[in-house]
């Protein structure tokens, strides 16, 4: 009867051994395609799903109003903000659309009878006018429509700090800055 120890060690030994696949030629290298990624909101135009388009527009006169560009940083629309919240409000719980729809329609509608136009065709200063509830003191239970312009300046000011153009802007800016920590796109 033959033992294991009695077998030939070299052979087992051998065929412990990884296989390790042949370096590919210099020529074979230059041949393999670089597939070049993207991001996916840079590929195509975004299609609204929450608003309407009158309301959008509204929405994103809002958020130029709640943050605008400056000295170089993008602002909400430059950075997608209305795009993103749009998306992100489609997919959101009733009670949140119900607050984002009643607030716009309340903007528009205080547009209409405070300025005689559109929120979207308002001025800085007629802007300004209609967004006075937000410099009124903070109290715990506010009215429906400064409750949901509190949410909808939170709202705007992460999706633009978040956004792959506002990160990729403050980084060679600020070392530390990182958005508010929703989403990480490396340093270019």
């Known amino acids: 009867m033959q033992t294991l120890a009695a077998l ?4 087992l030994l051998n065929a412990q051994q990884p296989v390790v696949p042949p370096k590919p030629s210099p020529a074979a290298v230059e041949e393999i395609p670089v597939i070049e990624a993207t991001i996916p909101d840079f590929a195509g135009k975004t299609v609204t799903k929450f608003f309407s388009p009158a309301q959008f527009s509204c929405f994103k006169r809002l958020t130029d109003v709640l943050y605008p560009s400056m000295d170089g940083v993008p602002g909400a629309v430059q950075a997608g903000a209305p795009e993103f919240l749009d998306f992100l409000l489609f997919e959101s719980p009733a009670p949140r659309q119900a607050l984002y729809r009643n607030g716009m329609d309340e903007l528009e509608h205080r547009a209409q009878k405070v300025l005689n136009i559109s929120f979207a065709s308002a ?3 007629g802007a300004e006018k209609i967004l006075a509830p937000l ?18 300046k939170q709202d705007v000011i992460q999706a633009t700090q978040n956004s792959h153009d506002w990160i990729r ?5 600020v ?4 958005g508010v920590g929703m989403y990480w796109f490396p340093i270019d």
């Open 8 to 11: 030939p060690t070299a052979s």
């Open 123 to 125: 001025d800085q200063a």
């Open 135 to 152: 410099r009124e003191p903070w109290t715990a239970e506010p009215d429906s429509f400064t409750a949901f312009l509190r949410v909808a």
């Open 169 to 173: 802007i403050m980084s060679k800016r």
């Open 175 to 178: 070392r530390s800055a990182g």
